[in-house]
């Protein structure tokens, strides 16, 4: 089977502006999980995805949301971006059913 | 909610000789333990886990044991090799029916020296 993929793998932007970050899952994988890594916080829950609905959310601002599409694929956005929201984006599948999470290569976004 | 701490924050060892992280966590009620190598520049990779109803588990040169009473697990390599050197994260989470989420332990940067 064909691993996580994540598109696009960089990005900058600057100050204000917002951000989509995509996530395609596993195949046959229902279950998409968001998470920040930087070198200070380290690797940080955002929010996972089950059947199209969040069930579970990380402790981050509302300006971080997301989707998740009947094809599993999912989205995050950023809005109103802050230079502390530069970071590596991974995403995450599993079956849903199972607690295995493979993670995805991840979206460099800098924020100037 | 969870905590998760992982020492040490960096360990460096010789070729051939075995290499010890350990991590504690806050949450009795949490019972799946991951553990992931990162490389530079790429993913986290699920090298091992383990169930809290399982107390050892082993994967050729890799083991991970928990203590649930204690509430820590350690991952142990043994035969370190030059490609071992990454940096290694332990987490954490509580397995239900709402799902479930990673707790992250800060990693571990694991440098195998020739």
């Known amino acids: 089977k064909a691993g996580v993929t994540q598109t696009p793998r960089y990005l900058i932007k600057t100050r204000g502006q917002q951000v989509t970050l995509s996530c395609s899952p596993i195949?046959?994988?229902?279950?998409v999980s968001w998470y920040q890594q930087t070198p200070g916080q380290g690797l940080q829950f955002l929010f996972e995805?089950?059947?199209?609905?969040?069930?579970n959310k990380g402790n981050f601002p509302g300006r971080f949301s997301g989707r998740q599409f009947s094809n599993s694929r999912s989205e995050m956005n950023v809005s109103t971006l802050e230079l502390g929201d530069s970071a590596l984006y991974l995403c995450?599948?599993?079956?849903?059913?199972?607690?295995?999470?493979?993670f995805g290569p991840g979206t460099r976004l800098t924020v100037l | 909610g969870e905590n998760v701490e992982q020492h040490p924050s960096t360990l460096s060892v010789q070729e051939g000789d075995s290499a010890v992280i350990k991590c504690t966590y806050s949450?009795?009620?949490?019972?799946?333990f991951p553990w992931y190598k990162q490389e530079l520049g790429k993913r986290p990779q699920l090298i091992i886990d383990?169930?809290?109803?399982?107390g050892e588990k082993k994967d050729q040169r890799i083991a991970v044991t928990l203590n649930k009473t204690a509430k820590h697990f350690s991952l142990h390599i043994t035969e370190t090799q030059p490609e071992d050197s990454a940096v290694y994260f332990c987490?954490?989470?509580?397995?239900?029916?709402?799902?479930?989420?990673?707790?992250f332990g800060g990693g571990t940067r694991v440098l195998v020296k020739p």
């Open positions: 995450a599948s599993s079956s849903g059913l199972s607690d295995t999470q493979y």
């Open positions: 195949s046959g994988h229902r279950s």
């Open positions: 995805y089950f059947s199209e609905t969040q069930r």
């Open positions: 949450d009795s009620a949490s019972n799946y």
């Open positions: 383990i169930r809290s109803n399982v």
């Open positions: 987490a954490a989470s509580i397995r239900k029916a709402a799902g479930n989420k990673l707790t």
